[in-house]
T-cell receptor
Framework: EAGVAQSPRYKIIEKRQSVAFWCNPI?????LYWYQQILGQGPKLLIQ????????DSQLPKDRFSAERLKGVDSTLKIQPAKLEDSAVYLCASSLRLAGNVRNEQFFGPGTRLTVL | KQEVTQIPAALSVPEGENLVLNCSFTDSAIYNLQWFRQDPGKGLTSLLL?????REQTSGRLNASLDKSSGRSTLYIAASQPGDSATYLCAPLGGAGSYQLTFGKGTKLSVIP
């Protein structure tokens, strides 16, 4: 079974530029998550989708970050404009079951390392 | 807000030793708890998932326990190998009225040949 795919793997941009990340979850997984991991920290949830709908975006900086999941499969996360503090690894994860299910197990992609200069 | 603490932050052991990694969390109203490993520059690999009603789970040389009422989980690694060197993260699902995974900062393990 193929895992969670993400691209690009690395991205370097200057502050105030825009950037987009792409994620393809495991086939059949209805729930998709985007996390931000700053160096030395654990991942922090940015947004969670259930099929096409947003379940939780309480920690997404909505003035500069946006995300969408078209047709309940692939997802893109965009940052516009980027700031220096956005330098981090952006991880995508997916799960078969709903987030409130005791058997909800999340599987992560390799991540995109973003450097903002 | 759920908070997760992992102790120790770093651990170095000789090959073959058994070891225990500790995780504590502040809100016991969780659905489950996952243990992950993360290799440098890589994503997270799921190791074990313990449902809220379970006390422990085993996979090969790994054994994870959960004491939900006291907000604690441990990951036991038997007969450690250099390939076990990585950062280990625990993440309870839920707590504080959320459906989120909350991560600790992890324990960085080095197994010396």
């Amino acid at each position: 079974e193929a895992g969670v795919a993400q691209s690009p793997r690395y991205k370097i941009i200057e502050k105030r530029q825009s950037v987009a990340f792409w994620c393809n979850p495991i086939s059949g997984h209805a729930t998709l998550y985007w996390y931000q991991q700053i160096l030395g920290q654990g991942p922090k949830l940015l947004i969670q989708f259930q099929n096409n709908g947003v379940v939780d975006d309480s920690q997404l900086p909505k003035d500069r970050f946006s995300a969408e999941r078209l047709k309940g499969v692939d997802s893109t996360l965009k940052i516009q404009p980027a700031k220096l503090e956005d330098s981090a690894v952006y991880l995508c994860a997916s799960s078969l079951r709903l987030a409130g299910n005791v058997r909800n197990e999340q599987f992560f992609g390799p991540g995109t390392r973003l450097t903002v200069l | 807000k759920q908070e997760v603490t992992q102790i120790p932050a770093a651990l170095s052991v000789p090959e073959g030793e058994n070891l225990v990694l500790n995780c504590s969390f502040t809100d016991s109203a969780i659905y489950n708890l996952q243990w992950f490993r993360q290799d440098p520059g890589k994503g997270l690999t799921s190791l074990l998932l313990i449902q809220s009603s379970q006390r422990e789970q085993t996979s090969g040389r790994l054994n994870a326990s959960l004491d939900k009422s006291s907000g604690r989980s441990t990951l036991y690694i038997a007969a450690s190998q250099p390939g076990d060197s990585a950062t280990y993260l625990c993440a309870p699902l839920g707590g504080a009225g959320s459906y989120q995974l909350t991560f600790g900062k992890g324990t960085k393990l080095s197994v010396i040949p």
